[in-house]
Each structure stands twice: as C-alpha cells, then as structure tokens.
T-cell receptor
Framework: GEDVEQSLFLSVREGDSSVINCTYT??????LYWYKQEPGAGLQLLTY?????DMKQDQRLTVLLNKKDKHLSLRIADTQTGDSAIYFC????????????FGAGTRLAVHP | SQTIHQWPATLVQPVGSPLSLECTVE??????LYWYRQAAGRGLQLLFY??????ISSEVPQNLSASRPQDRQFILSSKKLLLSDSGFYLC??????????????FGEGSWLTVV
C-alpha cells in the first residue's frame, strides 16, 4: 500500500530556516499537503501543492516537490517559537474518494 | 463557512466499558467523513471513512465501529474498550472536488484514556 515517511524530529534555532522532508510511494498522487498540529489540538491545513508544480511559496512557507524522486519538503523561513509543532505530510491517493495517507509527523522544536 | 465539532474533548474510561464519540459538521452537505486515531508519539491512522448516510468503510480490523445516522453526523463506538484503544481520536471532513484538491479538515480531537 501507499507509504509516506518523514523524519521524526527536527531542532532549529529561532530565526533560522527549517526544512522538513517527506517521501512517498504513490507516483500518481495528485495533491500533496502539509498539516500542522499544535499540542493537544487537531490538525490545521498549512499548504498544499498540486503534482504538476515544482514549487509553491506562501509567505514564510516554501513547498518543493521532486516528483521523480517522490520527495516533498516544507521550508519555513525565519522560524519562530510559535512554529514549534508537529508537521504532517499527506498525499491524496489516486482514484475513488479523497483518501489522504499521512506520514508519522515531524516534531519541530525551535530554541532561542 | 464550514465548521466541525467533536465531543467529548477528554474521556477517561475503564477497560470493558462502552465508548461513544460524536462529530458533526456544519455548513456543507454530503461531506466525506473520517475517523482517525493518533496513538502517543505516532502518526495518524485512518480508522473509518464514510461517503454517505449509512455507508461506512473500515480501514483496519479493530475493536471499534462507526455509524453515520445523518448526513453530517459521524459516531465512533465501542462495546468494550481495551487498553490499546487509548489515543487521540480525530474526526475530519472533506468534499470531493472542492479546492484545495479536496483537502481534509479536522476537528479538535478527543483524548481517550482507557484505564
């Protein structure tokens, strides 16, 4: 079945850039997403990218997609303490209803 | 605008007791509805999804069941809870064809601790 993998932990200094990586196996995925989960809360949709795009920028967020390598990344510029959270990569499976498969999440810790 | 409500937010239940978590969506019609579970320190596992009233698909065999008695209501149940049922349960909705790419939107979650 479809698999989505992420590194589990990332620590960065406040003001630096953070890069969270994700790999997936379904080459026919049409949409790929990044969600953010703050402690004790549900998941918040951060951004998404369509599979025919290589890059998408949204304020401090940059999403890069390498479809050949099935690699997705989320770059957060000027990382702030408020960015500390778990970030989930998700891919939309092709065919049928819209079923998202999630990675295990990357915990981002921002320290002064 | 669409909103999703999920309750209770926190639940502590003894082993062997029943469970009922409820979720309702407002502001949309005929949504796809989902129950996910997030075990401590782990990712999201899709438990059930529903594309319409009375239509439930189970993704993994387990001690839980789901029902959709109304278009915008989704219920997660168990007759007898196990310790391994502890976790963070998330209800979610989507509407096929709506931008962005039919993303899934989540409720605030329910913490279940089975003791």
């Amino acid at each position: 079945g479809e698999d989505v993998e992420q590194s589990l932990f990332l620590s960065v200094r406040e003001g630096d850039s953070s890069v969270i990586n994700c790999t997936y196996t379904d080459s026919s995925s049409t949409y790929l997403y990044w969600y953010k989960q703050e402690p004790g809360a549900g998941l918040q949709l951060l951004t998404y990218i369509f599979s025919n795009m290589d890059m998408k920028q949204d304020q401090r967020l940059t999403v890069l997609l390498n479809k050949k390598d099935k690699h997705l990344s989320l770059r957060i510029a000027d990382t702030q303490t408020g960015d500390s959270a778990i970030y989930f990569c998700a891919v939309l499976l092709s065919g049928g209803y819209n079923k998202l498969i999630f990675g295990a999440g990357t915990r981002l810790a921002v320290h002064p | 605008s669409q909103t999703i409500h999920q309750w209770p937010a926190t639940l502590v239940q003894p082993v062997g007791s029943p469970l009922s978590l409820e979720c309702t969506v407002e502001g949309t019609s005929n949504p796809n509805l989902y129950w996910y579970r997030q075990a401590a320190g782990r990712g999201l596992q899709l438990l059930f999804y529903s594309v319409g009233i009375g239509q439930i698909s189970s993704e993994v065999p387990q001690n839980l069941s789901a029902s959709r008695p109304q278009d915008r209501q989704f219920i997660l149940s168990s007759k007898k809870l196990l310790l391994s049922d502890s976790g963070f349960y998330l209800c979610a909705w989507s509407v096929w064809g709506e931008l962005p790419g039919s993303a899934i939107y989540f409720g605030e979650g329910s913490w279940l601790t089975v003791v």
